[in-house]
């Protein structure tokens, strides 16, 4: 009896031990691929983490090659902040390694799905699906949590004519109401879809927290490039939102029930686009303590006529959303269209509002919100609607007690999509906000005197002036009566010339000294610009009227 149980007993610890070396957790660097690999599918190697679970970090370097595999990768026992899993390609050219499905229906409508998974990164793969009227490349659900998606190619199918029923069937990353916290897109590249990243999270569902969508290019997606339902504090930053298909209702950026949001240094270009806006934030707040913020874009919408409204930002249902330093250009042909849309308890300033799409700049002014420091502009007939049309910034001003630090000013762009400019009005004339002190291409901002707009530049980025020796004004800013002083110790002569913003001249007269006493009593107060013009150089300053 004592030797059968002995025997019994050594059985039992083989088969222990057997069993933890035919399944033991997998840590180290493993490859995929064909030439001598771990694994021949990334499948293959997906089966072994579900099988056997990890117990440190696990790097799967993927071989050149095209993987037609469909990948459903479900919690990994062992993954944690400590533990992670990363799938790349060995070369680190995303464009040596792809994988694609044809889904044909919507219960197989990926090719590689997040189900419950934590703590994966995919890094420089290209994912792409083959279907047509499903086509998602990529779905995150069951709460799949800390998934990163770094320095990827992620193509989905031209849309033209989209089911709009369907749509989402088409979008290129999807999650269908369950995704978890910390989902992070940076540096990847989407092409085509209906849209680009679609979090459809169920309304009155728990905030999903760490969303990160940072230095991503999203080109040609349909109409909703970035769009985010039931999140807090998401991050939008440095991204290119490039469309180029007509489309209808096109919104680079949808923001659903979103709160404490950062939207920040994108540009949105919609270069054929029947009505819509390049951000639109639905019932998304911020807090009186800590206010949204929407600083720093480039936003072009080019509205085609006749179909809908159009809007630069559009907030609606919004509170303590704060609007700075923004660039906004509609052009084309719609008079239903307005550059900002404002709500409660928002803050817009330093932003030029621009209209050549003979609409207005504001549609409407909701309560508590300010607006000031800003560089308007419409082709259209009025400036805004508060209580009825407004055609001129001073008739805005008296009805609405809000812009009277801001400028009526055509801006001069570089294209009407490139938004940097060197408009002279605009130099300086902004209000100094000390949370941002970078513009849009990270150059640091005058903190005393910004500019306007998303682009701070320097006078001397207007080659038309040849700054020689400076001339000084004082005091400036002044009630209209002010002196010109200038180093002129041999009495050259030169032309003192002064223009409103709009380049009417409404002052001239010649200085062969180094002084100068001017009176301008009978103008209003606003910005003015004085050019002393000598033979072989000119020179210009702001002059302020107050």
């Given at each position: 009896?004592?030797?059968?149980?002995?025997?019994?007993?050594?059985?039992?610890?083989?088969?222990?031990?057997?069993s933890n070396y035919s399944h033991s957790q997998m840590n180290?660097?493993?490859?995929?691929?064909?030439?001598?690999?771990?694994?021949?599918?990334?499948?293959?190697?997906?089966?072994?983490?579900?099988?056997?679970?990890?117990?440190?970090?696990?790097?799967?370097?993927?071989?050149?090659?095209?993987?037609?595999?469909?990948?459903?990768?479900?919690?990994?026992?062992?993954?944690?902040?400590?533990?992670?899993?990363?799938?790349?390609?060995?070369?680190?050219?995303?464009?040596?390694?792809?994988?694609?499905?044809?889904?044909?229906?919507?219960?197989?409508?990926?090719?590689?799905?997040?189900?419950?998974?934590?703590?994966?990164?995919?890094?420089?793969?290209?994912?792409?699906?083959?279907?047509?009227?499903?086509?998602?490349?990529?779905?995150?659900?069951?709460?799949?949590?800390?998934?990163?998606?770094?320095?990827?190619?992620?193509?989905?199918?031209?849309?033209?004519?989209?089911?709009?029923?369907?749509?989402?069937?088409?979008?290129?990353?999807?999650?269908?109401?369950?995704?978890?916290?910390?989902?992070?897109?940076?540096?990847?590249?989407?092409?085509?879809?209906?849209?680009?990243?679609?979090?459809?999270?169920?309304?009155?569902?728990?905030?999903?927290?760490?969303?990160?969508?940072?230095?991503?290019?999203?080109?040609?997606?349909?109409?909703?490039?970035?769009?985010?339902?039931?999140?807090?504090?998401?991050?939008?930053?440095?991204?290119?939102?490039?469309?180029?298909?007509?489309?209808?209702?096109?919104?680079?950026?949808?923001?659903?029930?979103?709160?404490?949001?950062?939207?920040?240094?994108?540009?949105?270009?919609?270069?054929?686009?029947?009505?819509?806006?390049?951000?639109?934030?639905?019932?998304?707040?911020?807090?009186?303590?800590?206010?949204?913020?929407?600083?720093?874009?480039?936003?072009?919408?080019?509205?085609?006529?006749?179909?809908?409204?159009?809007?630069?930002?559009?907030?609606?249902?919004?509170?303590?959303?704060?609007?700075?330093?923004?660039?906004?250009?509609?052009?084309?042909?719609?008079?239903?269209?307005?550059?900002?849309?404002?709500?409660?308890?928002?803050?817009?300033?330093?932003?030029?509002?621009?209209?050549?799409?003979?609409?207005?700049?504001?549609?409407?002014?909701?309560?508590?919100?300010?607006?000031?420091?800003?560089?308007?502009?419409?082709?259209?007939?009025?400036?805004?609607?508060?209580?009825?049309?407004?055609?001129?910034?001073a008739d805005w001003q008296t009805a609405t007690g809000n812009?009277?630090?801001?400028?009526?000013?055509?801006?001069?762009?570089?294209?009407?999509?490139?938004?940097?400019?060197?408009?002279?009005?605009?130099?300086?004339?902004?209000?100094?906000?000390?949370?941002?002190?970078?513009?849009?291409?990270?150059?640091?901002?005058?903190?005393?005197?910004?500019?306007?707009?998303?682009?701070?530049?320097?006078?001397?980025?207007?080659?038309?002036?040849?700054?020689?020796?400076?001339?000084?004004?004082?005091?400036?800013?002044?009630?209209?009566?002010?002196?010109?002083?200038?180093?002129?110790?041999?009495?050259?002569?030169?032309?003192?010339?002064?223009?409103?913003?709009?380049?009417?001249?409404?002052?001239?007269?010649?200085?062969?000294?180094?002084?100068?006493?001017?009176?301008?009593?009978?103008?209003?107060?606003?910005?003015?610009?004085?050019?002393?013009?000598?033979?072989?150089?000119?020179?210009?300053?702001?002059?302020?009227?107050?």
């Open positions: 009896m004592k030797t059968n149980k002995t025997v019994r007993f050594y059985i039992v610890i083989i088969f222990l031990l057997c180290g660097t493993y490859t995929i691929g064909l030439a001598s690999p771990n694994y021949q599918t990334i499948q293959a190697a997906v089966d072994s983490l579900i099988t056997n679970g990890i117990n440190g970090d696990v790097t799967f370097n993927i071989q050149p090659g095209t993987y037609n595999e469909q990948l459903t990768i479900p919690n990994i026992s062992g993954s944690s902040n400590v533990n992670s899993i990363l799938f790349q390609s060995s070369t680190g050219d995303s464009s040596d390694v792809v994988v694609e499905y044809n889904p044909s229906s919507d219960s197989d409508n990926f090719t590689i799905k997040f189900d419950g998974a934590s703590y994966i990164t995919v890094k420089k793969i290209t994912i792409t699906s083959l279907g047509t009227n499903f086509s998602r490349c990529i779905e995150i659900s069951n709460g799949s949590s800390n998934i990163s998606f770094l320095n990827n190619e992620l193509i989905g199918q031209v849309v033209t004519s989209p089911n709009w029923p369907s749509w989402s069937n088409q979008v290129i990353v999807y999650s269908p109401g369950n995704q978890g916290n910390n989902i992070v897109f940076d540096k990847n590249l989407f092409y085509y879809g209906f849209g680009g990243i679609y979090f459809n999270n169920d309304l009155g569902s728990y905030l999903k927290s760490g969303t990160l969508i940072t230095n991503n290019y999203f080109n040609d997606q349909y109409s909703y490039p970035i769009n985010l339902k039931e999140q807090t504090s998401p991050y939008i930053y440095n991204n290119i939102i490039n469309s180029i298909t007509i489309s209808y209702d096109f919104t680079g950026i949808l923001l659903y029930h979103c709160y404490n949001f950062s939207i920040m240094k994108n540009k949105i270009a919609a270069p054929n686009s029947y009505g819509g806006s390049g951000i639109s934030m639905v019932a998304s707040v911020g807090t009186a303590v800590s206010p949204s913020l929407i600083a720093n874009n480039f936003i072009h919408i080019n509205v085609i006529t006749g179909y809908n409204s159009a809007e630069g930002i559009a907030d609606w249902f919004g509170d303590y959303n704060n609007v700075y330093y923004n660039s906004i250009h509609l052009t084309g042909n719609e008079t239903n269209s307005n550059v900002i849309q404002c709500y409660n308890n928002s803050l817009i300033k330093n932003n030029i509002l621009t209209n050549h799409a003979f609409g207005t700049v504001y549609s409407s002014l909701m309560a508590n919100t300010e607006t000031d420091f800003n560089a308007v502009f419409t082709n259209g007939t009025n400036i805004g609607m508060y209580n009825g049309p407004h055609p001129t910034l812009d009277y630090n801001s400028i009526f000013v055509e801006p001069s762009f570089v294209t009407n999509s490139d938004l940097h400019t060197n408009t002279i009005a605009l130099n300086g004339s902004a209000l100094p906000i000390s949370s941002i002190y970078l513009d849009i291409d990270n150059d640091i901002r005058n903190m005393t005197h910004p500019d306007i707009g998303a682009d701070e530049f320097n006078l001397s980025d207007i080659q038309i002036i040849n700054i020689g020796k400076c001339f000084a004004l004082y005091p400036n800013p002044n009630d209209g009566e002010f002196i010109l002083e200038f180093e002129n110790p041999y009495n050259h002569l030169y032309e003192i010339e002064i223009k409103e913003i709009t380049g009417k001249i409404i002052y001239n007269t010649y200085l062969t000294g180094s002084k100068k006493n001017i009176i301008l009593n009978e103008y209003s107060k606003g910005i003015y610009f004085i050019t002393l013009t000598g033979t072989d150089n000119s020179m210009i300053q702001k002059l302020i009227l107050k």
